[in-house]
């Protein structure tokens, strides 16, 4: 079955084309963060302008680049939530009004569940149960994964997600959006030990986060190194590393638990913040320890894209998962009220 994955939920333009046989056989993504960087953040309005504007011509783009035409497209998938309304209205739309001129199925698929199953997409693909720790812009969560669809919310952020921290610290750092790749990037060149940051609830039990203190806590590093006259290219570099060291350490605590409470020896990690270096490795000696091990996208999947898309959409719709006649937006969705892919969805 030929799927058709549109991605639309926040910033990201993304389009796949993925076949459940053959694999992955296309994907395209068009970022707009030049776009927003003037107003230092997403602009609900100006990013649903925009993925009207780039949406068709990138499906056409895989088409070309797969060598198809859009008479071969079995099914389309698109993003219904979680995230902006009129961004997810805009890859509602056109999947549902593609699906009827072409008369084919359309499901509207959960943008987390789509980072989950990315890893999916890669050779040594992992096998159920595992414990997947979900790291994004949105969301910091650990959920127990028995199959598609069934998902055990195991703890999560109770503020701030890992990514946005990221995000925050860059800002503090004086570092463009995404902050998380420049806040890496700068950590490289950072002394260890320089500082110490706290690792927010890690000296209680439980398998909840909370980042938010740690974000004020290099607010105030910043600001006294400022006031110091100390706030250099080195000392950046240094309150980097000692930010990303304790968002790393955190949250490698806190999955340690999870593989222990569940007795899963499988760690799944996916989202934006799974991308950083650092974290793969801590969690690969930590999961190494225990005789378990690690599985991962790669960076591109990491952050948004249509091919997670396409791939949680082809094991629904190849299910016989579909949606009614009406487009389903969900800016907030929780992950765990998800159908098991077993039982066919009612819209
Ligand atoms: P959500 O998926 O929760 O709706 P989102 O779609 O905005 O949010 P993603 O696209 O999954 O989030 O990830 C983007 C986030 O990942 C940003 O916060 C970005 O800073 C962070 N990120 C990307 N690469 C890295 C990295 N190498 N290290 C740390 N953070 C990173
Ligand atoms: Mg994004
Ligand atoms: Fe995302």
Known sequence: ?????????CDETGVALYDDQQGLLAHALYSQIDMHADYGGVVPELASRDHVRKLLPLCDQVLVQAGKTRSDIEGIAYTAGPGLIGALMVGGSVAHALGFALGVPVLGVHHMEGHLLAPMLEDNPPAFPFVALLV?????????VDGIGEYEMLGESVDDAAGEAFDKAAKMLGLDYPGGPRVAALAEKGTEGRYRFPRPMTD???LDFSFSGLKTFTLNTVN???DAGTLGEQ?????ALAFEAAVVDTLTIKCRRALQQTG????????????????????EVMAQKLGGSVFYARPEFCTDNGAM???AGAQRLSAGQRDGERIVAVPRWPMNTLPPVAEPRQN
């Open 264 to 283: 899963c020896l499988r760690l799944v990690i996916a989202g934006g913040v799974s991308a950083n270096k650092r974290l793969r490795s801590a969690l």
């Open 136 to 144: 994004s812009g949105g969301h910091t969560q650990l959920v127990r």
């Open 309 to 311: 898309i396409a791939y």
């Open 204 to 206: 209680r039990p439980g």
């Open 235 to 239: 000392e950046k570099a240094d309150i």
């Open 1 to 9: 079955m030929l799927i058709l994955g549109i991605e639309t939920s």
């Open 224 to 226: 006294a190194a400022s």
